[in-house]
């Protein structure tokens, strides 16, 4: 157990509609971050948050945003949804936003999104 | 460029034999290379990092062997076994500060047959 919180585990929706993936870090981890795994396109980075504020932009479409809240939990909301989105939302968390040495990332199980 | 290339795409090995994953990078800020494993239905998990000043690290039966002038590392598992069976990303680190962030390759699947 990695101590990385998503929910839910799966979800089935149709296109153009939007959907809330929500990501708890672990205690401590001031730094989030979004990945989606597809089949044909590894893990992606999307989006980095630190301590409330965004960092870092990756390959994040204009239809999804996300936000960090006080408590530190994270939500990726996904809107005008396509099939091409359906794919693993992986959450991570991590110390600090690495400024320590360690540089790990620890991984959420994943929201599995189903798009029809 | 923030590309890590990794092959095969797919790995099968017997039990017993050697398992050798590479990947390539063009990024000569990125400043740490880790290996995740993968296993059905579970999120990557760290499993072995290696930072560009140093050319091998073991741990276990798992080695990383990087070579900075190439832009390549790799991962070997020695002896593999069934239960190593999984998806294997190498990754590696850019960014600065507080905005660091992994770019991941795009995995390979091992099977070690019994």
């Known amino acids: 157990d990695s101590g990385v919180t998503q929910t839910p585990k799966h979800l089935i929706t149709a296109t153009g509609q939007r959907v809330t993936l929500r990501c708890s870090p672990r205690?401590?981890?001031?730094?989030v971050y979004w990945y989606q795994q597809s089949l044909d396109q590894g893990l992606q980075f999307l989006i980095q948050y630190y301590n409330g504020e965004e960092r870092a932009k990756g390959n994040i479409l204009e239809r999804f945003s996300a936000q960090q809240f006080p408590d530190l939990h994270s939500e990726l909301n996904l809107s005008s949804l396509e099939l091409g989105d359906s794919a693993l939302y992986f959450c991570a968390s991590s110390v600090k936003g690495w400024q320590g040495n360690t540089g790990e990332l620890f991984f959420g199980e994943g929201s599995r999104l189903t798009v029809l | 460029q923030q590309q890590v290339k990794q092959s095969p795409q797919s790995l099968i090995v017997q039990k017993g034999g050697i398992s050798i994953i590479n990947c390539a990078y063009e990024n000569t800020a990125f400043d740490y290379f880790p290996w995740y494993q993968q296993f059905p239905g579970k999120g990557p998990a760290l499993l072995i990092a290696?930072?560009?000043?140093?050319s091998e690290k073991k741990e276990g039966r798992f080695t990383i062997s990087f070579n900075k002038s190439a832009k390549q590392f790799s991962l070997h598992i020695m002896d593999s076994q069934p239960g190593d069976s999984a998806t294997y990303f190498c990754?590696?680190?850019?960014?600065?500060?507080?905005?660091?962030?992994?770019?991941f390759g795009s995995g390979t699947q091992l099977t070690v047959l019994p």
């Open positions: 205690s401590g981890d001031l730094s």
């Open positions: 990754a590696a680190r850019g960014g600065s500060g507080s905005a660091r962030q992994l770019t």
């Open positions: 290696i930072r560009p000043d140093v």
